[in-house]
Protein backbone atom coordinates (compact mmCIF):
# COMPACT_ATOMS: atom_id res chain seq x y z
CA UNK A 1 0.00 0.00 0.00
CA UNK A 2 1.05 3.73 -1.38
CA UNK A 3 1.47 5.93 2.20
CA UNK A 4 -1.41 7.85 2.33
CA UNK A 5 -1.42 11.41 3.34
CA UNK A 6 -1.94 12.44 7.25
CA UNK A 7 -5.86 12.92 6.35
CA UNK A 8 -6.14 10.05 4.36
CA UNK A 9 -4.54 7.99 7.17
CA UNK A 10 -7.16 9.69 9.80
CA UNK A 11 -10.60 9.24 7.85
CA UNK A 12 -10.20 6.08 6.12
CA UNK A 13 -9.54 4.40 9.95
CA UNK A 14 -12.44 6.50 10.74
CA UNK A 15 -14.60 4.79 8.16
CA UNK A 16 -12.90 1.58 8.88
CA UNK A 17 -11.00 1.37 5.43
CA UNK A 18 -7.60 -0.25 4.74
CA UNK A 19 -4.53 1.73 5.89
CA UNK A 20 -1.04 1.31 6.32
CA UNK A 21 -1.13 1.81 10.21
CA UNK A 22 -3.13 3.63 12.81
CA UNK A 23 -2.65 7.29 12.65
CA UNK A 24 -2.52 9.16 16.22
CA UNK A 25 -3.24 12.11 18.17
CA UNK A 26 -3.94 12.85 21.46
CA UNK A 27 -7.14 14.04 23.44
CA UNK A 28 -6.26 17.28 24.87
CA UNK A 29 -2.93 17.55 23.13
CA UNK A 30 -2.77 21.12 23.49
CA UNK A 31 -2.32 22.19 27.15
CA UNK A 32 -0.49 22.71 30.35
CA UNK A 33 2.10 20.44 29.78
CA UNK A 34 3.53 22.61 26.93
CA UNK A 35 6.04 25.09 27.80
CA UNK A 36 4.64 26.77 24.48
CA UNK A 37 1.01 26.55 25.60
CA UNK A 38 1.51 28.03 29.00
CA UNK A 39 3.55 31.13 27.23
CA UNK A 40 0.85 31.27 24.39
CA UNK A 41 -1.93 31.67 27.56
CA UNK A 42 0.66 34.10 29.49
CA UNK A 43 -1.38 37.07 30.32
CA UNK A 44 -5.09 35.89 28.91
CA UNK A 45 -7.92 33.75 31.14
CA UNK A 46 -8.35 30.63 29.27
CA UNK A 47 -11.83 32.26 27.75
CA UNK A 48 -9.99 34.71 26.71
CA UNK A 49 -7.78 32.28 24.79
CA UNK A 50 -10.81 30.67 23.22
CA UNK A 51 -12.48 33.71 21.94
CA UNK A 52 -9.10 35.00 20.34
CA UNK A 53 -8.74 33.58 16.55
CA UNK A 54 -4.99 34.21 15.97
CA UNK A 55 -3.92 32.90 19.82
CA UNK A 56 -6.51 29.72 19.37
CA UNK A 57 -4.86 28.78 16.38
CA UNK A 58 -1.26 28.93 17.63
CA UNK A 59 -2.62 26.46 20.06
CA UNK A 60 -3.88 24.16 18.14
CA UNK A 61 -1.25 24.03 15.73
CA UNK A 62 1.43 23.66 18.27
CA UNK A 63 1.30 20.08 19.18
CA UNK A 64 1.34 19.04 15.26
CA UNK A 65 4.58 21.06 15.35
CA UNK A 66 6.25 20.25 18.61
CA UNK A 67 5.18 16.32 19.68
CA UNK A 68 4.70 15.23 16.46
CA UNK A 69 0.48 14.30 16.44
CA UNK A 70 -0.94 13.58 13.07
CA UNK A 71 -4.15 15.26 13.42
CA UNK A 72 -5.35 18.67 15.01
CA UNK A 73 -7.98 19.20 17.22
CA UNK A 74 -9.95 22.86 17.67
CA UNK A 75 -8.49 24.49 20.84
CA UNK A 76 -11.65 25.54 22.31
CA UNK A 77 -13.76 24.28 25.50
CA UNK A 78 -16.85 21.87 25.79
CA UNK A 79 -18.64 25.18 27.24
CA UNK A 80 -17.90 27.39 24.51
CA UNK A 81 -21.75 27.10 22.81
CA UNK A 82 -23.37 27.24 26.30
CA UNK A 83 -22.19 30.90 26.40
CA UNK A 84 -23.90 31.27 23.38
CA UNK A 85 -27.31 30.05 25.09
CA UNK A 86 -27.05 32.91 27.68
CA UNK A 87 -25.66 31.21 30.48
CA UNK A 88 -22.71 33.12 32.55
CA UNK A 89 -19.89 30.96 34.06
CA UNK A 90 -16.32 31.39 34.47
CA UNK A 91 -13.57 28.97 35.22
CA UNK A 92 -12.04 28.83 38.06
CA UNK A 93 -10.23 26.94 37.36
CA UNK A 94 -13.24 24.72 35.89
CA UNK A 95 -16.21 25.88 35.08
CA UNK A 96 -18.81 27.60 37.36
CA UNK A 97 -21.93 28.20 36.82
CA UNK A 98 -23.45 31.94 38.22
CA UNK A 99 -26.76 30.25 38.05
CA UNK A 100 -27.37 26.34 38.07
CA UNK A 101 -30.42 25.36 36.13
CA UNK A 102 -32.88 23.97 38.54
CA UNK A 103 -36.25 24.69 36.59
CA UNK A 104 -38.54 24.73 33.74
CA UNK A 105 -38.36 28.56 33.77
CA UNK A 106 -34.27 28.03 33.80
CA UNK A 107 -34.37 25.64 30.45
CA UNK A 108 -36.47 27.72 29.00
CA UNK A 109 -34.20 30.47 29.17
CA UNK A 110 -31.65 28.84 27.44
CA UNK A 111 -31.12 30.19 24.02
CA UNK A 112 -31.19 27.80 21.05
CA UNK A 113 -29.78 30.45 18.23
CA UNK A 114 -27.88 29.38 15.26
CA UNK A 115 -23.92 28.70 16.52
CA UNK A 116 -22.61 30.79 13.80
CA UNK A 117 -24.06 34.04 15.11
CA UNK A 118 -23.21 33.59 18.65
CA UNK A 119 -19.92 32.00 18.88
CA UNK A 120 -18.80 33.19 15.30
CA UNK A 121 -15.04 32.89 16.52
CA UNK A 122 -15.17 29.40 16.73
CA UNK A 123 -15.99 28.80 12.72
CA UNK A 124 -13.35 31.53 11.90
CA UNK A 125 -10.88 29.50 14.09
CA UNK A 126 -11.72 26.26 11.65
CA UNK A 127 -11.69 27.87 8.60
CA UNK A 128 -8.26 29.11 9.44
CA UNK A 129 -6.88 26.23 10.70
CA UNK A 130 -8.03 24.29 7.50
CA UNK A 131 -6.02 26.70 5.53
CA UNK A 132 -3.41 26.22 7.29
CA UNK A 133 -3.45 22.32 6.78
CA UNK A 134 -4.38 21.98 3.50
CA UNK A 135 -1.22 22.03 2.18
CA UNK A 136 0.16 19.63 4.84
CA UNK A 137 -2.84 17.38 4.44
CA UNK A 138 -3.23 17.32 8.03
CA UNK A 139 -6.71 16.50 9.24
CA UNK A 140 -9.18 18.99 11.45
CA UNK A 141 -11.06 17.91 14.28
CA UNK A 142 -13.57 19.57 15.71
CA UNK A 143 -15.35 18.56 19.15
CA UNK A 144 -18.25 19.17 21.66
CA UNK A 145 -19.75 18.31 24.72
CA UNK A 146 -22.51 15.74 24.97
CA UNK A 147 -25.62 16.94 26.49
CA UNK A 148 -25.53 15.26 29.65
CA UNK A 149 -22.09 16.00 30.96
CA UNK A 150 -23.01 19.82 29.76
CA UNK A 151 -26.45 19.59 31.97
CA UNK A 152 -24.17 18.14 34.78
CA UNK A 153 -22.26 20.85 35.07
CA UNK A 154 -25.20 23.07 34.42
CA UNK A 155 -27.44 21.47 37.16
CA UNK A 156 -25.14 21.33 39.73
CA UNK A 157 -23.43 24.68 39.39
CA UNK A 158 -19.71 23.37 38.93
CA UNK A 159 -17.81 19.94 39.17
CA UNK A 160 -18.25 17.34 41.25
CA UNK A 161 -17.37 13.82 42.18
CA UNK A 162 -20.87 12.54 41.91
CA UNK A 163 -23.16 14.95 40.42
CA UNK A 164 -25.54 14.64 43.20
CA UNK A 165 -27.87 17.77 42.27
CA UNK A 166 -28.19 15.70 38.63
CA UNK A 167 -28.69 12.85 39.81
CA UNK A 168 -32.15 14.16 42.36
CA UNK A 169 -33.29 15.52 39.14
CA UNK A 170 -33.02 12.76 37.21
CA UNK A 171 -34.76 10.67 39.68
CA UNK A 172 -37.19 13.13 40.77
CA UNK A 173 -38.06 15.71 38.26
CA UNK A 174 -37.23 13.17 35.11
CA UNK A 175 -39.46 15.49 32.88
CA UNK A 176 -37.31 18.49 33.73
CA UNK A 177 -34.23 16.69 32.69
CA UNK A 178 -35.35 15.18 29.50
CA UNK A 179 -36.07 18.93 28.88
CA UNK A 180 -33.13 20.40 29.48
CA UNK A 181 -31.23 17.53 27.14
CA UNK A 182 -33.82 17.82 24.59
CA UNK A 183 -32.36 22.04 24.40
CA UNK A 184 -28.93 20.61 24.70
CA UNK A 185 -28.98 18.15 22.08
CA UNK A 186 -30.58 21.13 19.65
CA UNK A 187 -27.84 23.17 20.21
CA UNK A 188 -24.90 20.33 19.86
CA UNK A 189 -26.43 19.10 16.66
CA UNK A 190 -26.25 22.85 15.16
CA UNK A 191 -22.92 23.47 16.88
CA UNK A 192 -21.20 20.46 15.41
CA UNK A 193 -23.20 20.58 11.70
CA UNK A 194 -21.88 24.13 11.79
CA UNK A 195 -17.94 23.05 12.80
CA UNK A 196 -18.19 20.71 9.86
CA UNK A 197 -19.54 23.21 7.25
CA UNK A 198 -16.70 25.38 8.80
CA UNK A 199 -14.06 22.98 7.91
CA UNK A 200 -13.41 19.87 10.65
CA UNK A 201 -13.09 17.12 8.48
CA UNK A 202 -14.41 14.65 12.13
CA UNK A 203 -16.10 15.48 14.80
CA UNK A 204 -15.49 14.18 18.70
CA UNK A 205 -18.72 14.75 21.34
CA UNK A 206 -17.28 13.95 24.48
CA UNK A 207 -19.54 12.70 27.43
CA UNK A 208 -17.18 12.91 30.56
CA UNK A 209 -19.77 12.36 32.84
CA UNK A 210 -22.25 9.49 31.55
CA UNK A 211 -19.71 6.54 32.92
CA UNK A 212 -21.95 7.88 36.37
CA UNK A 213 -24.66 6.01 35.20
CA UNK A 214 -25.62 2.49 35.28
CA UNK A 215 -26.01 0.33 31.85
CA UNK A 216 -29.91 0.80 32.42
CA UNK A 217 -29.81 4.21 33.25
CA UNK A 218 -27.55 4.94 30.40
CA UNK A 219 -29.53 3.66 27.76
CA UNK A 220 -32.76 5.76 29.51
CA UNK A 221 -31.18 8.71 29.62
CA UNK A 222 -27.95 8.67 27.12
CA UNK A 223 -28.27 6.12 24.49
CA UNK A 224 -31.37 8.02 22.65
CA UNK A 225 -29.21 11.49 22.95
CA UNK A 226 -26.15 10.14 21.55
CA UNK A 227 -28.16 8.39 18.56
CA UNK A 228 -30.49 11.46 17.82
CA UNK A 229 -27.00 13.46 17.49
CA UNK A 230 -25.43 10.59 15.24
CA UNK A 231 -28.51 10.50 13.36
CA UNK A 232 -28.64 14.52 12.42
CA UNK A 233 -24.92 15.19 11.95
CA UNK A 234 -23.74 15.51 8.01
CA UNK A 235 -21.57 12.21 8.77
CA UNK A 236 -20.88 11.92 5.01
CA UNK A 237 -19.08 14.71 5.17
CA UNK A 238 -17.22 14.29 8.69
CA UNK A 239 -16.98 10.88 10.91
CA UNK A 240 -18.61 11.12 14.35
CA UNK A 241 -16.44 9.50 17.29
CA UNK A 242 -17.83 9.05 20.26
CA UNK A 243 -16.06 9.10 24.12
CA UNK A 244 -17.45 7.82 26.88
CA UNK A 245 -15.13 8.43 30.36
CA UNK A 246 -15.79 5.46 32.62
CA UNK A 247 -17.61 3.37 30.28
CA UNK A 248 -16.68 0.04 30.55
CA UNK A 249 -19.86 -1.04 31.45
CA UNK A 250 -21.76 0.43 28.45
CA UNK A 251 -20.05 -0.38 25.86
CA UNK A 252 -22.67 -2.56 23.91
CA UNK A 253 -24.83 0.59 24.33
CA UNK A 254 -21.70 2.53 23.08
CA UNK A 255 -22.05 0.68 19.89
CA UNK A 256 -25.62 1.20 19.30
CA UNK A 257 -25.13 4.92 19.42
CA UNK A 258 -24.22 4.85 15.87
CA UNK A 259 -20.33 7.04 15.92
CA UNK A 260 -18.24 5.60 13.62
CA UNK A 261 -15.35 5.35 16.42
CA UNK A 262 -15.93 4.61 19.85
CA UNK A 263 -12.96 6.27 21.54
CA UNK A 264 -12.38 3.87 25.36
CA UNK A 265 -10.74 4.74 28.36
CA UNK A 266 -7.38 2.88 29.42
CA UNK A 267 -10.17 1.10 32.35
CA UNK A 268 -11.33 -0.86 29.04
CA UNK A 269 -9.44 -4.12 28.22
CA UNK A 270 -8.93 -2.95 24.71
CA UNK A 271 -8.47 -6.10 23.01
CA UNK A 272 -11.73 -7.54 24.40
CA UNK A 273 -13.19 -4.24 23.80
CA UNK A 274 -12.34 -4.64 20.10
CA UNK A 275 -13.33 -7.97 19.15
CA UNK A 276 -16.72 -7.24 20.42
CA UNK A 277 -17.30 -4.34 18.41
CA UNK A 278 -15.61 -5.81 15.48
CA UNK A 279 -17.20 -4.95 12.25
CA UNK A 280 -19.66 -2.18 13.80
CA UNK A 281 -16.86 0.44 14.52
CA UNK A 282 -13.57 1.43 14.49
CA UNK A 283 -12.10 2.23 18.22
CA UNK A 284 -9.54 4.88 19.56
CA UNK A 285 -7.74 4.76 22.83
CA UNK A 286 -7.02 4.09 24.99
CA UNK A 287 -3.12 4.14 27.10
CA UNK A 288 -3.59 5.83 30.45
CA UNK A 289 -2.47 9.34 30.18
CA UNK A 290 -0.50 8.88 33.62
CA UNK A 291 1.44 6.44 31.42
CA UNK A 292 3.49 9.07 29.41
CA UNK A 293 5.22 8.99 32.42
CA UNK A 294 7.32 5.92 31.74
CA UNK A 295 10.86 5.34 29.61
CA UNK A 296 10.24 5.70 25.73
CA UNK A 297 10.77 2.24 25.02
CA UNK A 298 8.36 1.00 27.79
CA UNK A 299 5.90 3.47 25.74
CA UNK A 300 6.44 2.03 21.90
CA UNK A 301 5.94 -1.63 23.80
CA UNK A 302 2.24 -0.37 24.81
CA UNK A 303 1.68 0.98 20.99
CA UNK A 304 2.57 -2.21 19.47
CA UNK A 305 0.37 -4.00 21.94
CA UNK A 306 -2.69 -1.36 21.53
CA UNK A 307 -1.82 -1.83 17.60
CA UNK A 308 -2.29 -5.69 18.04
CA UNK A 309 -5.31 -5.32 20.55
CA UNK A 310 -7.38 -2.59 18.16
CA UNK A 311 -6.80 -5.26 14.84
CA UNK A 312 -10.10 -7.08 15.34
CA UNK A 313 -12.25 -3.57 14.85
CA UNK A 314 -13.29 -1.92 11.83
CA UNK A 315 -10.53 0.50 12.36
CA UNK A 316 -7.98 1.62 15.50
CA UNK A 317 -6.70 5.43 15.71
CA UNK A 318 -3.83 5.46 18.43
CA UNK A 319 -4.95 7.64 21.23
CA UNK A 320 -4.98 8.17 25.45
CA UNK A 321 -8.04 6.66 27.35
CA UNK A 322 -8.50 10.65 28.84
CA UNK A 323 -6.52 13.59 27.86
CA UNK A 324 -3.06 15.02 28.41
CA UNK A 325 -2.67 15.96 32.20
CA UNK A 326 -0.80 19.03 33.02
CA UNK A 327 2.58 17.11 34.48
CA UNK A 328 2.51 15.08 31.64
CA UNK A 329 6.57 14.73 30.63
CA UNK A 330 6.73 16.58 26.66
CA UNK A 331 9.11 13.83 26.10
CA UNK A 332 6.76 11.17 26.93
CA UNK A 333 3.85 12.65 24.42
CA UNK A 334 6.77 12.27 21.85
CA UNK A 335 7.78 9.07 22.62
CA UNK A 336 3.91 7.86 22.03
CA UNK A 337 3.63 9.52 18.45
CA UNK A 338 7.33 8.58 17.39
CA UNK A 339 6.31 4.78 17.95
CA UNK A 340 2.81 5.22 16.41
CA UNK A 341 4.64 6.47 13.10
CA UNK A 342 6.84 3.67 13.43
CA UNK A 343 4.99 1.29 13.54
CA UNK A 344 4.64 -0.90 10.29
Known amino acids: ?100 IRTLVDVEKLDVADPRGTVPYVFEILRRLRSELAAEQVPLLGFAGAPFTLAAYLVEGKGSKDFGALKRMMYREPALLHALLDRLTEMTVAYLNAQIEAGAQAVQLFDTWAGLLSAADYREWILPVHQTIARRLHRDAAPLILYVNGGAHVLDAMIEAGAEVLSLDWRVDFA ?42 RGHVLNLGHGCLPETPVEGVRAFTEAARSLQ
Not at 5 to 32: H, I, K, N
Not at 61 to 83: C, N
Not at 290 to 308: G, N, Y
Open 1 to 100: MSEPTRSERFLRACRGEPVDRPPVWLMRQAGRYLPEYRAARAGVSFLEACRDVDRAVEISLQPLRLVGTEAVILFSDIFIPVLGMGVDLDFSPGPVIARP
Open 272 to 313: EASRRIGKRAAVQGNLDPCALAAEPARIAAWVRELREAGRAA
